[in-house]
């Protein structure tokens, strides 16, 4: 696939050229991995249970980080303070059950791991722990269960990773509806632990909207509830002590959850907008009408322009002529700013008939708000793009460009101050850590409710001349953090907390709520067991 004008986009956004690139480790080098450290006793013992395990310095290593900026740059040119010492393979409840009670035993340091999606150092190991830590990977325990049509309900093992989650729902014409962007390796129990939300959750709901019941293994015994029901009023929900608890409880093993039968029809598409100010505002409007399709969202300009640079090379001068009238009109007879205006795509999914209905409505939104319709090709490669902008951040630092994304979730009232305010927070703190070229720094709204939005931040930078770039980064999305929570954002909407975000737990939820958290875990963990350090 050819991409034109990504070449020029790069060149002139980041000052960054294909001639200058960096150099990767192509291998691992076993010698730098920190040694294992397992004591015969366990190892014995871990043999009569017949649970896979290894000691190998790559199946350690990869499962000591996430797919945070710091974790891939350590991976690209050096190496783990500390990694797990054994990786074991449960593949049932009942394993993990075992292997919980054996750590027990040995008092060892357990650290889940699912899909090794997180972007919050939650898998890091804690370099001043000195216990064997074991990763427990939860790939194996990757079966639905059960299919209780009647009910619209499954039972899944929490190590599937949504997308054959919905590949093997799809067999039995059914779906979750969750598609987060990291659904090709996230898996059920990550995002359980996480509290995570999907890019259609205006129908299908966030995690906690789609779990019925949960059972999980802590060193204190099994946690779950007697029944499979929609809703029970026993005193506090134990499923939001275990939802978001990020591995610092227990291993979340099997999940009910809620499913559709898939629908019908889905229809993309996308609307063009003068302005971000008018398209948050046709956004709220959507809200308040309780109409968003199953995923509206919406860019700003200079995201935008990016996706605009990762289109491929059109196969015809036909279709390159019909793009050229499409910008004319747009540009030119309607007089948007090319360099203002921004893009909304959307996603409908239903019945068909149901489908252009509602399409119609929000199109007559949009209409009110000086929005103009831009067509399904630009809603869909809108939609794919945000699957994409993972692997894109790995191809810069090729290039000496650096880049992260981070999120929040924020009142209606607050959207627009907010995006403006850390924005250009972020392209000042560039200027005075001495980054040379001005960054990238851009945003979108990516779910909607009833009171407020989720908001996307995306910034990167070219650091050549910076002698530690990782730390003049982390400066930086510390800042952009301080100000979001300065402008009445929250702390995380759906990434969670893990190492990265905790200093803030305190201001987030206040003195006694965190004391409530650290109670729970005395009660549940009095040994430490499951020692990530994340949250608390």
């Not at 209905?357 to 949009?366: F, G, L, N, T, W």
């Amino acid at each position: 696939m050819v991409l034109p004008t990504f070449k020029e986009w790069m060149e002139k956004t980041f000052g960054a050229s294909l001639d200058h690139k960096t150099t990767s480790r192509a291998t691992l080098n076993v010698n730098d991995v920190p040694p294992s450290i397992v004591k015969e006793e366990f190892l014995q013992d871990l043999r009569a249970t017949k649970i896979s395990y290894s000691q190998d310095a790559e199946d350690r290593v990869f499962r000591a980080h996430g797919h945070c900026l710091h974790e891939i740059f350590i991976l690209r040119e050096g190496m783990f303070k500390r990694v797990p010492d054994i990786v074991v393979w449960p593949v049932c409840h009942e394993d993990v059950v075992k292997i919980v009670e054996l750590a027990c035993k040995h008092n060892l340091c357990i650290i889940p791991f699912g899909g090794g999606t997180s972007v919050s150092s939650a898998l890091e190991c804690p370099e001043e722990e000195k216990r064997t830590i074991v990763s427990l990977d939860t790939s194996q325990m990757n079966r639905i269960l059960w299919i209780d049509e009647k009910n619209l309900t499954a039972c899944v093992e929490a190590g599937i990773v949504g997308q054959d989650l919905e590949n093997q729902l799809a067999e039995s014409g059914f779906c979750t509806g969750h598609e987060p962007d990291s659904m090709e390796f996230s898996s059920l129990g990550g995002w359980v632990a996480t509290r995570a939300s999907g890019m259609k959750k205006t129908i299908y709901g966030n995690i906690e909207d789609m779990v019925i019941h949960i059972k999980m293994v802590t060193p204190r015994g099994i946690v779950e509830k007697n029944c499979q029901v929609p809703r029970m009023s026993t005193g506090p929900d134990i499923h939001h002590f275990i939802m978001g608890s990020e591995g610092t409880l227990g291993v979340v093993t099997e999940v009910t959850i809620k499913i559709r039968p898939v629908p019908e029809y889905q229809k993309y598409g996308s609307v063009v907008f003068p302005n971000f100010e008018r398209g948050v505002a046709c956004l709220r409007e959507v809200a308040k009408q309780r109409c968003a399709p199953a995923s509206i969202r919406l860019v700003d300009n200079a995201q935008f322009q990016f996706g605009h640079a990762l289109k491929p090379q059109v196969a015809s001068i036909f279709t390159s002529f019909l793009d050229g009238l499409k910008k004319f009109y747009i540009t030119k007879f309607k007089g948007f700013d090319p360099n203002i205006l921004c893009v909304a795509t959307l996603l409908f999914e239903g019945d068909r008939e149901k489908v252009l209905q509602h399409e119609k409505q929000v199109y007559d939104i949009a209409t009110k708000f000086g929005g103009l319709a831009a067509g399904e090709d630009n809603g869909q490669r809108g939609y794919m793009l945000t699957f994409v902008i993972a692997y894109l951040r790995d191809l810069g630092l090729d290039y000496y460009v650096i880049g992260e994304s981070f999120e929040t979730s924020v009142p209606w009232d607050r959207v627009l101050d907010l995006c403006r305010n850390v924005k250009e927070r972020i392209v000042r703190e560039c200027k005075e850590k001495g980054v040379q070229f001005a960054p990238l720094s851009t945003c979108r709204v990516t779910q909607t409710y009833d009171a407020g939005a989720c908001v996307y931040f995306y910034f990167a930078f070219n650091y050549r001349g910076i002698s530690d770039p990782i730390h003049v980064y982390e400066q930086i999305e510390r800042a952009a953090r301080e100000e979001i929570l300065a402008n009445g954002g929250s702390l995380s909407h759906h990434h969670g907390v893990g190492k990265l975000r905790k200093r803030w737990m305190k201001e987030s939820i206040s003195d006694v709520g965190l004391g409530m958290l650290r109670s729970v875990k005395e009660y549940v963990d009095p040994n430490n067991i499951f020692g990530n350090k994340n949250l608390l």
